[in-house]
Every structure is written in structure tokens, then in C-alpha cells.
């Protein structure tokens, strides 16, 4: 694996390169983001989907039969709570504001009710997964189903985050105002209190 070469990325929002490179430092680490990040919502929404990617990488590092039991301890307290958190942060103050402030030509509507349907289906599938992962402590070793099952969450996870990178958060970043962006700002604060 290249751990050092980074000198040719291109250049993207800075708290998420800051994220990625951490990344490469530890695959297994899924470090948490800055708290000042939350004066900037959506910025610290995209974050939160660079840390989805790291934990989409360690679910494939534990599919491919790779054990680090700190990683994996870290990765369950992360499904449970921050990936959580991040949903509701969505479902509760985000999308909402984006249905209020979206006019009918972004078909925001739509974008929105798909986002929120694979939600329910992760809230349905980190139990699950959780579980298996707490075998995989215990020294269970996966069969081919499980295998199948956390890749495919792995890869869930990762779609999802692309659509709402490529899609959502452009959308949010044109049409949310200063007001709007407060407001936000402040609900994914007092979720967090
Ligand atoms: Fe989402
Ligand atoms: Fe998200």
C-alpha cells in the first residue's frame, strides 16, 4: 500500500483531505471530526460521509478475513452512534430545511425520499451487522454469507455517500441560506449536547 504518496490529489475541501490522509495513515481508524466543524454544517456532513468511507474500507478489510480488534471495536462503537447521529442530523434538520428552501425544479422531493428509504434499510441492516461484527471479536470466522452481507453494506454505504456528495450537498451549498445554515447548525449542535 502507498502511504505517503498524497502530492497528486486534487485538491478538495480541506478538512476532508486532512480526513483522507488520516485515513491512509491507519485504514483501521476512523478518527473523529473536529467539534468547531459543526459552524459549518454542510462541511461537516461531507466529513461525516469521508469517515462512512473509511468504515466502508474496514468493513472489506474484515470481509477479506483481516482482524484488528481496536479497528473493529471502533467501528461498531461508530455504526452505533455517529452513523446514527449522522441520519437523524439528515432526516431531522437537514432534509427538511432542503424541502423548505429547494423551488420545485431541483425535484428535491424525490432525491429525498429514495435518501430516506436507504436509510431505513441501513437502520435495518447495522443491527445485524453489529452483531456479526461482535462474533468476529470473539473470534468467529466469517462465512460466505456473512462475507457477502458486510461487503454489500460496505458498498451500500458507499453509494449512498457518493449520491448525497454528488447530488445533495451542491444543492444544499446553492440553496440554503445564512438563516437556513444557522438553523442547521445549531439542531446537529443540541443532537450532540
Ligand atoms: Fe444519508
Ligand atoms: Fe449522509
Known sequence: MNVTNTSNDKPSAEAGAAQESREVANPWDIEPPSPELLETPIEFLFVEHNRQRQAANILHLVADGELNKAGVKKLIDFLE?????????????????????????????????????????????????????????????????????????????????????????????????????????????????
Open 81 to 193: 452512534t455517529d452513523f446514527a447521529v449522522h441520519v437523524a442530523d439528515e432526516e431531522l434538520c437537514f432534509f427538511p430545511l432542503l424541502l423548505q428552501h429547494c423551488p420545485p425544479e431541483d425535484n428535491i422531493d424525490k432525491l429525498i425520499e429514495r435518501l430516506a428509504d436507504e436509510h431505513k434499510k441501513d437502520e435495518a441492516t447495522v443491527t445485524g451487522m453489529t452483531v456479526v461484527l461482535g462474533e468476529v471479536l470473539a473470534g468467529k470466522k466469517l462465512n460466505e454469507k456473512a462475507v457477502r452481507t458486510i461487503r454489500g453494506f460496505a458498498e451500500h454505504i458507499l453509494q449512498h455517500l457518493a449520491l448525497e456528495n454528488a447530488v445533495l450537498l451542491p444543492i444544499a451549498r446553492a440553496r440554503l441560506d445564512e438563516n437556513a445554515l444557522r438553523a442547521l447548525s445549531e439542531m446537529m449542535k443540541e443532537r450532540r449536547l
